[in-house]
């Protein structure tokens, strides 16, 4: 069946991605939203808008009945659940199926298998993906986990079995540590996931994250290449780039084709992504998760690749074959991605909501800001403070960080603090330069290089 008519079930700039995909492919857009979002750009953009609750995400975004209901009452053909809210949630993927519209996404079975990061865990080694060393499955007694961990050796994470966003993994450096944790780790994923399943992970130190995109359609499945990712704060991305800049050619085709692999073993279907740890030192890469949806910073892959995801996996949710053959996918160039959030990079990231007084856009060649502000918006307080997403792209790494620079400067949001500094920072920092950076990098690197170019900046300024 073709989607003529696409409820978005979501919010925020992804809303408005999401929107704008639609458009190109003459597909009807019906946005739902909460009372606090009334006003946001997707409700403007879209057709037709719904009030589906009041601002708490649980009373509106998370509540499966009032998203069905406004798809029912618009007369949709499909919803796309973009990121985060509802997108990895299998009992809403089926309950979609189950009113006879499409879930722009992989099947409720894939979303459950895949979404356990044990069982998916389970499936990467089926594939031939090799997988951080660890538990089998999951740990349910302190007892078992002991021998597990005499086994593997500390510094050892343990993760919630239903982990996302970063949350949910703490990591142990002694037995007393770990005694301590295990306890408090399963209370607190039962009570933020619904599922107090942990499992247990070896500490990969000093290592890269790098994820494959992949585009399934039940029978074929393609990559298209890497994204590195390992500029993180608190396990949570804040600047992106593709290609993985240091990777060695023999590493990357390896950690595609394993990508692919693990697709075909679950005849994947959709946009999903394959993350694992790159460890420079052995060269090996271990298998660490996948997101069986779009992701936030899918743009990079878009601009050295060509390719429209979100266009993508709404086709082939509407029933037609992937559009691009493995051969035809082609890196040109490199580009970055800067998470712009309304957070106050000289606050210790305090996040502060407020009204956009100002907002002036960098434009030209490479440059693509995918956001959900407007002059005159006030940016609520209820939910992440994602406000947007500055892309640059550009034939080399070396002109792609200029680039990006230029359009940090061009790039005024007045009204409400931004993590725009932050970018500035980093985009001019000697060993960012050089990619010289792994999963725990920008945490000291905050400590110790960051005050000082903040006070340069703000002196230059
Ligand atoms: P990506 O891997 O696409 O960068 P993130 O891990 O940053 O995605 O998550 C994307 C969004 O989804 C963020 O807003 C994050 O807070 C949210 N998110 C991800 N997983 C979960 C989860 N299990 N529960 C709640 N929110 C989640
Ligand atoms: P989430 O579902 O929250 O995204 P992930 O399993 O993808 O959780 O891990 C999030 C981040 O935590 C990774 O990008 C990486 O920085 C870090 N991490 C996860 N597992 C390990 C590990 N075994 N060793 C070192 N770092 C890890
Ligand atoms: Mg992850």
Redesign the pocket.
Same mark, same amino acid.
């Given at each position: 069946m073709t989607i003529r008519s696409l409820l978005i079930a979501n919010r925020g700039e992804i809303a408005v991605r999401i929107i704008r995909a639609a458009k190109a492919l003459g597909i009807r857009t019906v946005q739902v939203h909460s009372a606090a979002d009334s006003d946001m750009l997707a409700v403007k953009l879209a057709d037709e808008a719904i009030d589906i609750g009041p601002p708490s995400a649980a009373k509106s975004y998370l509540k499966i009945e009032a998203v069905i209901a406004a798809a029912k009452q618009s007369g949709v053909d499909a919803i796309h659940p973009g990121y985060g809210f509802l997108s990895e949630n299998a009992a809403f993927a089926q309950a979609v199926e189950d009113a006879g519209m499409i879930f722009v996404g992989p099947k409720p079975e894939a979303i459950s298998l895949l979404g356990d990061?044990v069982e998916a865990r389970k499936v990467a080694k089926r594939a031939g993906v090799p997988t951080?060393p660890?538990s089998d499955g999951r740990v349910d007694s302190v007892e078992i986990a002991r021998e597990i961990v005499g086994k593997i050796g500390f510094p050892v994470?343990i993760?919630a079995a239903a982990?996302?966003?970063?949350?949910? !993994?703490r990591i142990a450096e002694t037995m007393e540590d770990f005694e301590r944790h295990f306890p408090q780790a399963s209370a607190e994923a039962l009570a933020a996931f619904g599922d107090g399943g942990l499992y247990i992970?070896?500490?990969?130190?000093r290592?890269r994250?790098v994820e494959v995109q992949i585009l399934g359609d039940g029978e074929n499945a393609v990559h298209c290449f890497e994204r590195e990712?390992?500029l993180?704060r608190r396990?949570q991305?804040v600047w992106e780039e593709a290609p993985s800049h240091l990777l060695p050619e023999n590493v990357r085709a390896a950690l595609c084709a394993s990508a692919v692999a693990l697709a075909r073993e679950v005849n994947y279907r959709g946009a999903g992504t394959v993350?694992y740890?790159y460890d420079e030192v052995s060269g090996e890469f271990?298998f !660490?998760?996948v997101?069986t949806r779009i992701q936030v910073e899918h743009p990079v892959t878009e601009m050295i690749t060509g390719i429209d995801l979100v266009a993508e996996m709404i086709r082939i949710a509407g029933g037609e074959k992937l559009s691009v053959r493995q051969e035809d996918i082609k890196v040109h160039g490199h580009a970055i991605e800067c998470r712009i959030n309304a957070e106050d990079p000289s606050k210790g990231f305090l996040p502060g909501p407020g009204t956009v007084e100002k907002l002036v856009v960098p434009e030209g060649e490479g440059i693509r800001f995918d956001t959900m502000l407007y002059e005159g918006y006030t940016v609520p307080p209820f939910y992440d403070s994602l406000l947007g997403k500055l892309i640059v792209w550009a034939e080399t790494r070396e002109a792609c960080l200029e680039r990006l620079q230029n359009a940090l400067r061009g790039l005024k949001i007045k009204g409400l603090p931004t993590t725009v500094p932050l970018h500035l920072a980093l985009a001019g920092d000697p060993l960012v330069a050089k990619a010289d950076f792994h999963?725990r990098f920008l945490e000291s690197w905050l400590e110790t290089d960051f005050p000082a170019a903040l006070a340069a900046l703000e002196e230059a300024a």
């Open positions: 990061k951080v660890g994470m993760k982990g996302g966003g970063g949350r949910g !993994i992970e070896k500490v990969i130190t290592a994250h990712c390992s993180q396990r991305k993350e740890l271990y !660490i998760e997101n999963t």
